[in-house]
């Protein structure tokens, strides 16, 4: 029996075709929408590549690209292909495609709907990235003498400036690092030999943080020397005074920032989502109305319309028969492949 059965006459027909090809053109649009999204999201993920461990998190943008150039190719295709079905003599060309053109967008809609639980599901793997990139980054800060990382320092600044943050986790990142060029440390001072052979690995630490720390919004002139030591500033307490540095850490900034932008991109694909899988259900009553048709040659006739042709415990059978019997034959092909090959071998 025949699931979600509906009755269509030709007025029903017509209205459903017209109805779907301005839905497939609505669709190639949010496909449109879709791939500017994976691109943008491409772009700002570039934009901080050097503050990130590895390229993993461009998997989401490239899948986003990716199906916003199917959403476009099949939607355009089904929009002709609706505009086509009202007439027998153009709608005859399609008829053997458009079963597996249905198939096919089945698995799109799986595939989108993937990708747009990928959106959801980024923040894990960007977190630890971040984390180790950001760490990175910071140790080399310092190196703007170096090829291949004297952007460093230019590119920290920036993002602390941008973001409003400090360090990896915090401003104290900065103390465990050493931030400052040998080229600007002065070997012949006391201060300066005393931190370096107080240290194991023989590091220039200083409990200050740059520049791009400091938070121009604080009535006082930036501290961002001698933190922990009260006694270097004026009516200072280092514990007990709100500081003058952004307190939230990079790490969490960048977090927040493309969390936000993933779930808003995560939405967006949802609807359209949702948006393809009406069409594909309409698609389906549309080729099951025509096939269903008695007399084709009179457009006027009654036909039926169904979602699926048997329940769907009954189809699932059939699915996996299907795919049971395509195993078997493989396997019946490697078999007599390889009694072929056995007598030649002899």
């Known amino acids: 029996m025949a699931l979600l059965k509906v009755k269509f006459d030709q007025k029903k027909r017509v209205k459903l075709a017209q109805g779907l090809w301005l839905m497939n053109w609505f669709s190639v649009l949010a496909g449109i929408i879709i791939f500017g999204l994976g691109l943008f999201l491409k772009i700002e993920l570039r934009k901080r590549s050097d503050v990130m461990n590895n390229s993993e998190s461009h998997f989401v943008p490239n899948s986003l690209i990716g199906v916003g150039v199917l959403s476009c190719v099949f939607n355009s295709l089904a929009g002709k292909i609706c505009y086509d079905a009202l007439d027998p003599a153009k709608y ?3 008829k053997p495609w458009l079963k597996p053109y249905l198939a ?9 709907f ?3 639980l990928c959106c959801f599901l980024l923040r894990g793997s960007l977190e630890s990235t971040l984390a180790h990139g950001l760490k990175n980054g910071m140790k080399f800060y310092r190196d703007t003498d170096t090829p291949g990382r004297c952007f460093m320092k230019k590119t920290i600044d920036m993002l602390q400036i941008e973001f409003k943050c400090c360090g990896n986790n915090g401003f104290r990142d900065w103390f465990e690092i050493q931030w400052i060029s040998n080229r600007y440390l002065d070997f012949s001072s006391k ?4 931190r370096i052979k107080s240290n194991v690995d023989g590091r220039y630490l200083v409990d200050g943080v740059p520049f791009s720390c400091c938070n121009p919004n604080s009535p006082r002139p930036c501290i961002q020397y001698q933190l922990t030591n009260n006694s270097a500033h004026y009516s200072y307490d280092h514990q007990t005074e709100e500081l003058n540095l952004w307190l939230r850490g990079c790490r969490a900034a960048l977090l927040s920032y493309y969390s936000n932008l993933m779930n808003t991109i995560g939405a967006v694909t949802l609807l359209v989502w949702l948006f393809e899988v009406t069409i594909t259900v309409g698609l389906r009553y549309l080729h ?5 048709m008695a007399n084709p040659e009179d457009p006027e006739c009654e036909s039926e319309g169904w979602l699926l042709e048997k329940s769907v415990p009954e189809t699932w059978k ?4 299907s795919v049971k019997k395509l195993g078997k034959g493989n396997q019946v092909e490697a078999e007599g492949e390889d009694a072929g090959q056995a007598p030649a071998a002899g």
């Open 92 to 94: 005859a060309k399609w």
């Open 104 to 112: 096919v967008c089945v698995l799109f809609n799986v595939a989108l």
């Open 114 to 116: 993937l990708v747009a």
């Open 191 to 194: 201060e300066v030999k005393d």
């Open 288 to 292: 099951t109305a025509l096939e269903g």
């Open 318 to 321: 059939a699915v996996l028969e």
